[in-house]
């Protein structure tokens, strides 16, 4: 699918007052996509697919009534490859359906899942903080990267890389 | 219009006969008498059956085919029954058939099923063309309203309604009819349905909403305007204050004493400021990795599955897929494989290159392995760039935190030590110690006002966000109130209307009504009994006055003069319809028309001399009448009076039958003259 054909996909997300807070008040996120990509990748840790696919529509699309509804373009994430890595690999393993890969609608979509139990989850943390929160956020990124220990994976991923390289891109 | 000829085919109980109308200034009254049951009634209805497919028979109209025809013809075989009104209007001849076609559905089937119905209206001009009209009802309609034809074809029964107490209803209806007025008091009665919704859209959508709206926002902007001016007066303060602060550093400079402790001060508040600058510049350092990064640790695991089982794939050889599959849909939807063999559904050539497509892996997915692949590393890279960054930003932080702790001990310690100096200045009688006390009080003072500026600051804040939302609130608002105002001007031009029309249909309606009284006072007085008067009141009942008491008498059924009054002004409503058709002036409404009439039994139970002055109105009634009445009514004085202006008479001889060989029929036979003198 061309990226012509798919500058128009757009998806509703539930913007809570975090979002606000973050990239307006305290201005540690440059702008509302950054911390959208960051409240999934909190959401897809901290959550599970069984819990996201329970929310509804309003409840991870936000409403229009209550001023909760925010729009998340995909062309924002067209020039930004690792962006479009995160939501192919969330939306992938989401649905272990190899279409996500290539389907924007289906990856914004997940991403408002797991940016909803995301958000959620910051609110808690930093929702109340008087102060811009960056040295909790620091922590907090630190403690989950510490027990997630993905460094053991390097080599393996390494291989990985080096066995395309030589199988599929030089094709 | 002018009636002509009436020729009825199987209509109920005549098999085929004719009736030719009167015509002439003089004698333009055409009578059928006959016994009861003759067929009376039936003449009267045949006309506006075969102009309004009306009849106004108690019978079902599945009745009307003669009980003899249908007899004469077995089950399954149809009979026509027929009704043809040859007649003029506006130089033009016109004859109107209309058809059912009913069919014997048994040997004992004596009212037959309609199986097919026709009307037609064929015309001449008076230079000779001829043809048929498309659409004959509403030419019909064109020539003769319906809506008339109570005025025009009517019985004795009418008659007496439009004379009896409360008739208003039917004498107002009358009028309005004549005078095409019924569509003006449609619109009156639509036009009040109109001006109810657009009162409940007044009532939907109007409020003192906006008006509120408004004061909210003048009050808020207010607000906005007072909280600015208490910040420029603070920022003046502070400002003030800042150079009170550094008049009292000059001071302290300038004693000998205190001058080396000042200039220590200045560099290590200059270094403080650097700190605190650099301190700033690395948390938005931290941030923009924040930022751009943060998520990475959170989603690594995600991407390393995905890579893990896109290599998996490449391992299996489903990726990337032989020949793609989208070069595969190209040559088949162009029809050509790159050998020129023409690929067509359902052959060889086509299933063989079909067979390349891989339904391993779906279009596109290929590219999306290789783009997510194809970062992988630089992902990794960027995680590890965060962390490394993210470390080494806070270790540079927290170093220039412990020099500012340590610049900010020193500058306590000499204020400590300015505050215990009491040596006075011999110029200004000021101690170092007075200026330093001065100097931490404008401090503090300074910093107080910063605070109070910054909460006066997120006051505005709160306030400009809350006018935004009113500037939202406003503009639905007046939309709402624009829709208000636009049906409130449309209630009012609604009621303005429809009061005019009321006016005007009043207006209209009394014209009638006393031109129409005028009418029949004037033609009741030279008829009627002496000693009585008829009107049309205010109120539109026909009323008849007895002079000699000088009130409303509630005459006699039986008397005459009712049924004089009535006949009086239904002519009147003739001569309303004759003189509008010929009036030179456009007629919105109505154009009126010159009309017969067709009455059945108009003498009810009337006296023979009150039979005899009836006699004397009907002929004046319409330039063409024709009179249907039973044997009795005719004999005597009737036939007497009308015999010089009835120049075509008619008998209805019936015969019941026996229900066996032969069926009830009537023939309608024309009367000589010498006939008519002898009755």
Redesign the interface.
């Known amino acids: ?1 061309s990226d012509s054909s798919t500058a128009t996909t757009r998806q509703y997300y539930h913007r809570h007052d975090i979002y606000d807070k973050m990239v307006s008040d305290w ?5 509302l996509v ?2 959208f ?2 409240s ?3 959401g ?2 901290v959550s599970d697919r069984p819990t996201v696919n329970t929310y509804d529509d309003k409840e991870f699309q936000g409403k229009t009534d209550d001023g909760t509804r925010g729009e998340m373009l995909w062309m924002h994430f067209t020039d930004k ?2 962006y ?3 939501a ?3 939306a ?2 989401h649905t272990s359906d ?2 996500a ?2 389907e924007p609608e289906t990856q914004l979509e997940v991403l408002a899942r797991y940016a909803h139990a995301g958000a959620m989850r910051l609110d808690r943390e930093f929702g109340d903080a008087a102060n ?1 929160p ?1 040295d909790g ?2 922590s907090f ?2 403690k ?2 510490e027990a ?1 220990g ?1 460094t053991d ?2 080599d ?3 291989q ?2 080096d ?2 390289d030589s ?3 030089s ?1 | 219009m002018q009636l002509h000829r009436l020729h009825l085919t199987n209509f109920r109980q005549f098999r085929s006969e004719t009736v030719e109308f009167a015509l002439g200034d003089d004698q333009n009254v055409t009578v059928v008498h006959g016994q009861n049951g003759s067929g009376k009634t039936t003449l009267k209805n045949a006309f506006l059956w075969v102009l309004y497919e009306e009849s106004n028979f108690n019978l079902r109209p599945d009745k009307l085919a003669s009980q003899g025809a249908l007899a004469e013809v077995n089950a399954g075989e149809t009979v026509a029954v027929e009704a043809a009104l040859e007649f003029e209007h506006e130089d033009v001849d016109y004859e109107v058939t209309r058809t059912y076609e009913y069919q014997r559905q048994a040997s004992d089937d004596y009212l037959g099923e309609i199986v097919d119905e026709e009307l037609s209206l064929s015309y001449e001009t008076a230079d000779g063309k001829r043809g048929t009209r498309q659409n004959p009802q509403r030419s019909i309609e064109q020539i003769l309203p319906e809506r008339l034809s109570d005025l025009f074809f009517f019985d004795g029964e009418y008659i007496t309604q439009l004379s009896e107490g409360h008739s208003q209803d039917e004498v107002k209806e009358a009028i309005q009819n004549i005078m095409g007025l019924t569509i003006i008091e449609r619109s009156i009665r639509h036009l009040g349905e109109v001006e109810g919704r657009f009162e409940s859209e007044v009532q939907e959508h109007g409020s003192s909403e906006l008006s509120e709206l408004l004061d909210t926002r003048s009050e808020l902007r207010n607000e906005v305007e007072d909280l600015t001016g208490s910040i420029e007066t603070k920022k003046e303060s502070r400002q003030r204050l800042r150079e009170e602060i550094s008049e009292i550093e000059r001071k302290l400079e300038g004693i000998e004493e205190a001058a080396e402790l000042q200039e220590e001060r200045n560099r290590l508040e200059s270094r403080q400021d650097a700190l605190q600058a650099e301190i700033a510049e690395i948390n938005e350092s931290i941030d923009a990795e924040i930022s751009k990064k943060g998520h990475l640790p959170f989603v690594m695991p995600a991407i390393e599955a995905t890579a893990q089982d896109l290599d998996d794939l490449r391992e299996r050889g489903e990726i990337p897929s032989e020949v793609s599959n989208q070069f595969v849909d190209k040559l088949l939807a162009q029809g050509e494989c790159i050998c020129g063999r023409r690929l067509e559904e359902g052959t060889h050539p086509y299933d063989s290159v079909e067979a390349y497509r891989s339904d391993a892996a779906e279009n596109g997915v290929d590219q999306a392995a290789i783009r997510i692949i194809s970062h992988l590393t630089s992902i990794q890279d960027e995680q590890a760039e965060y962390l490394d960054t993210v470390d080494e930003l806070l270790a540079e932080r927290s170093d220039l935190r412990d020099e500012l702790t340590s610049v900010d001990e020193q500058l306590d310690e000499i204020q400590g030590e300015l505050e215990e100096m009491n040596i006075t200045d011999p110029e200004t009688g000021e101690t170092p110690s007075e200026l330093e006390s001065a100097r931490t009080r404008k401090k503090s003072e300074r910093e107080e006002l910063k605070r109070e500026i910054w909460d006066l600051e997120r006051d505005i804040e709160t306030r400009e966000e809350r006018l935004e939302e009113i500037g939202e609130e406003i503009d639905e608002a007046r939309q709402e109130e624009s829709q208000a105002e636009l049906a409130r001007r449309r209630m009012q031009a609604t009621s303005k209307v429809q009061q005019q029309l009321e006016a005007s249909f009043e207006q209209l309606q009394n014209q009638v009504r006393e031109y129409s009284n005028d009418l029949v006072s004037k033609t009741f007085d030279e008829i009627a009994t002496k000693g009585y008067e008829a009107e049309i009141t205010d109120e539109f009942e026909l009323r008849i006055r007895d002079q000699l008491q000088g009130e409303y008498l509630e005459v006699d059924k039986s008397r005459g003069e009712r049924q004089i009054a009535s006949l009086t002004f239904i002519g009147s409503l003739v001569q309303i319809a004759r003189e509008r058709y010929e009036s030179d002036t456009d007629a919105e409404y109505f154009s009126g028309g010159i009309y017969p009439i067709v009455m059945d039994s108009p003498f009810g139970a009337l006296d023979d001399e009150h039979r005899r002055t009836v006699s004397r109105v009907i002929p004046r009634m319409a330039e063409q009448v024709v009179v249907l009445v039973t044997d009795s009514q005719w004999r005597g004085p009737v036939a007497s009076e009308m015999n010089e202006i009835a120049s075509r008479q008619y008998r209805l001889d019936f015969d019941e039958g026996d229900g066996d060989t032969s069926y009830p029929r009537s023939r309608i036979v024309e009367e000589e003259i010498s006939q008519k003198v002898n009755q």
């Open positions: 699918m201005e540690i996120f440059d702008s950054d911390f990509v960051f999934a990748s909190v897809y840790a490859p690792t479009r890595a995160v192919a690999s969330i992938y393993q190899s279409s890969l290539v811009p960056r956020l620091v990124i630190d989950f990267h997630d993905t994976n390097e393996i991923l390494s990985i890389v066995s395309f199988d599929m891109m094709s």
